[in-house]
T-cell receptor, first 114, second 114 residues
Framework: GDSVTQMEGPVTLSEEAFLTINCTYT??????LFWYVQYPGEGLQLLLK?????DKGSNKGFEATYRKETTSFHLEKGSVQVSDSAVYFC?????????????FGKGTKLSVKP | ETGVTQSPTHLIKTRGQQVTLRCSSQ?????VSWYQQALGQGPQFIFQ???????GRGNFPPRFSGLQFPNYSSELNVNALELDDSALYLC?????????????FGEGSRLTVL
């Protein structure tokens, strides 16, 4: 079945460092891809999305490009801030199962030190 | 615009007890999904409700049940609680049941089963 694999965390960076969180997926067809973020003590919120191959989603300085050839959707940010400390989830819709079902990766915890 | 709200935020139960968790969907949203997030894991889909009917279910036993009300708010009921049911339970709403993958999450209800 469809699945999402994220790099294992936790990731600890200093402020202003470059961030990459890897995400690869297995799916039938070409689904939309998503990054969700969960700040401490909060629910998940959509960070960015891409709906087709070669699309680049971006928000709050984060970017991710939908790479069909490598089935990847890596999250990047050029200069992280302490406020970016959170858990990041890569996700794709599960069209093969029930509607509205998002398949999430296990999450990557990012800690940014001042 | 009111976001997704969940109650209670925290609760402690003992094995064998029953629990009811509540969710108010975001204004204008008629579809509610429930997810279970174990510590250090990604959210796992429990079920979805659309216009008061269950519209899909993940791999959870029948002791996990739900309701959706005419105002689109929802309840998650878990009977015969087990220790492994300890988790953060997330409610998410969306504008309709079409699987766009864009969900709006509440902050969750953290259940501890002793």
């Amino acid at each position: 079945g469809d699945s999402v694999t994220q790099m294992e965390g936790p990731v600890t960076l200093s402020e202003e460092a470059f961030l990459t969180i890897n995400c690869t997926y297995t799916a039938t067809g070409y689904p939309s891809l998503f990054w969700y973020v969960q700040y401490p003590g909060e629910g998940l919120q959509l960070l960015l999305k891409a709906t087709k191959a070669d699309d680049k989603g971006s928000n709050k300085g984060f970017e991710a490009t939908y790479r069909k050839e490598t089935t990847s959707f890596h999250l990047e940010k050029g200069s992280v801030q302490v406020s970016d400390s959170a858990v990041y989830f890569c996700a794709l819709p599960n069209y093969g199962g029930s509607q509205g079902n998002l398949i999430f990766g296990k999450g990557t915890k990012l800690s940014v030190k001042p | 615009e009111t976001g997704v709200t969940q109650s209670p935020t925290h609760l402690i139960k003992t094995r064998g007890q029953q629990v009811t968790l509540r969710c108010s969907s975001q204004s204008g949203h008629n579809t509610v999904s429930w997810y279970q997030q174990a510590l250090g894991q990604g959210p796992q889909f429990i079920f979805q409700y659309y216009r008061e009917e269950e519209n899909g279910r993940g791999n959870f036993p029948p002791r996990f049940s739900g309701l959706q009300f005419p105002n689109y708010s929802s309840e998650l009921n878990v009977n015969a609680l087990e220790l492994d049911d300890s988790a953060l339970y997330l409610c998410a709403s969306s504008r309709d049941r079409a699987n766009t993958g864009e969900l709006f999450f509440g902050e969750g209800s953290r259940l501890t089963v002793l």
